[in-house]
């Protein structure tokens, strides 16, 4: 009879041969970093639509894009909503701003460590205690004021803003086609007095990379104006589309998606 110690060493020595035998676990691929989520904000006298040519180019590229309803009410709270949909994206996000959306962009990343970078679309930059009025008056060139339709009066006691539909396509969209600036007129999305006159508080520009692009012939942001603020906000890369509108994203949507990308990655 086989002693106790003898079968223990044969079937040590089975497991032994079992184990060299065994192939090798399969490796992990690495996985592919996460793609930011893609976080448009429009501004005044438009709507989410806006974005429309660069959402198509941004989602074939395997980006999430979310067209974010800017209220056009003030700067503090309009940042909150554009904040609050920032706090629901589990993974990192790039913020991008249309005009009067660059300010709340510029407030809303502030305390959203998934933000990493921010992207002005023909947009406003303001340093703290700047507002977008102001700005826009600062350089000459900029012709909105004339532009403007009678105050509406709101419930509040405050006043709206409409671009007139017989001007908006020579003074906010002239690279787009007459009747697709016709539609852009009618669906306007006005802007509260208030907006314009509020003070900027502390900007994120100053510690979040920053990119900026616009067209040389905006007549409601002056191009002098939109390269002060891209200088002062050491943009990492500034494009300027010659002979393009406000709305730039509209009539050039392949050009600005593509610095989004940029800054996204």
Do not use: C
């Not at 990493?116 to 340093?127: G, W």
Request: charged content about 15%.
């Amino acid at each position: 009879m086989k002693s106790i110690k003898t079968i223990a060493a044969a079937t040590l020595a089975g497991l032994a041969l079992h184990a060299a035998a065994a192939p090798a676990p399969a490796k992990t691929a690495a996985q592919p970093a996460l793609k930011p989520t893609i976080v448009l904000v429009h501004g005044a006298f438009a709507e989410s639509s806006s974005w429309d040519g660069v959402s198509k180019r941004l989602i074939a590229d395997g980006y999430t894009v979310i067209g974010a309803a800017n209220p056009l009410r003030s700067v503090k709270g309009d940042a909150a909503v554009v904040s609050g949909i920032v706090k629901s994206i589990s993974g990192p996000v790039v913020l991008v701003g249309h005009s009067y959306g660059g300010a709340v962009i510029s407030a809303a990343a502030n305390g959203n460590s998934n933000v990493k970078s921010l992207v002005y679309v023909a947009a406003f930059a303001p340093e703290a205690g700047e507002t977008a009025l102001e700005l826009s008056g600062r350089f000459p060139g900029g012709t909105l004021g004339g532009a403007l339709a009678a105050p509406v009066p709101t419930a509040d006691g405050g006043k709206d803003f409409y671009i007139q539909q017989d001007k908006f396509l020579a003074q906010f969209a002239a690279d787009v086609s007459p009747a697709q600036a016709s539609l852009m007129a009618a669906g306007q999305r006005p802007i509260a007095e208030a907006a314009l006159t509020e003070k900027a508080g502390a900007p994120a520009w100053k510690n979040l990379p920053s990119y900026f692009v616009y067209g040389s012939a905006d007549k409601n942001i002056p191009a002098a104006a939109l390269q002060f603020m891209a200088d002062r906000a050491k943009s990492r890369k500034t494009v300027v589309i010659d002979g393009a509108s406000h709305v730039v994203m509209t009539s050039k949507p392949a050009e600005v998606a593509r610095l989004i990308e940029d800054a996204a990655k």
